[in-house]
């Protein structure tokens, strides 16, 4: 069973509630906050693995062969690409789809690996449980695929706890999507209470 913990907005105490679900059932957990993963603070445990994590991204293989057309740019739903007098990429735009390396008629694209944050594995060192948690690079906003990363490598024979990224974003939604059931922490307002 994948439990979820989630919450509406920052500060309402679901990391707090995901760490003592923790301590009570003792399962594996993931911190899917990965804009601020802190559920490692809460417990005691001890860093036993880490990797970066990257999506891949177009760069320009071959110039000579770009006639600046614009096809790759027309793809590109993010806007990552621009097409003028040259070739430009925001590579902090890029959702990594590939559109725009498999339109281009020429050939002229190819992939680059780019950073976007780090995976980190825990051992909590009173129930042995893994904790796994996902970092995003500071100023990266592709917070999606960091936790699309984090959910696909979580074995789902195991019992997991999900502390969920904060809010109502479409990261939030793919956590919720992989639970099974969900707690939802909120503040006692009349909002809270509908």
Request: with cysteine; glycine share 10%.
């Amino acid at each position: 069973m994948w439990l979820a913990i989630t919450g509406g907005k920052g500060g309402v105490g679901k990391t707090t509630v995901a760490a003592h679900v923790h301590r009570i059932l003792g399962w594996d957990a993931l911190d899917l906050d990965v804009t601020t993963p802190n559920l490692h603070l809460y417990l005691d445990c001890e860093e036993i693995d880490r990797s970066d994590v990257y999506i891949p991204c177009p760069k320009l293989e071959d110039e000579d062969e770009c006639d600046l057309c614009g096809t790759c740019a027309r793809a590109c739903a993010p806007g990552a690409l621009v097409v003028g007098r040259s070739w430009d990429l925001d590579p902090h735009l890029c959702h990594g789809c590939g559109l725009c390396v498999e339109s281009c008629p020429n050939g002229a694209l190819a992939y680059d690996c780019v950073r976007i944050g780090e995976v980190r594995r825990y051992q909590v060192s009173v129930t042995g449980a893994i904790l796994t948690s996902g970092t995003l690079d500071v100023g990266d906003r592709r917070s999606r695929h960091l936790v699309r990363t984090l959910l696909e490598g979580a074995d789902d024979g195991k019992d997991l706890i999900l502390d969920t990224p904060a809010g109502a974003g479409k990261d939030v939604y793919d956590a919720l999507k992989a639970a099974d059931a969900a707690i939802a922490v909120t503040q006692p307002t009349p909002a809270a209470a509908t």
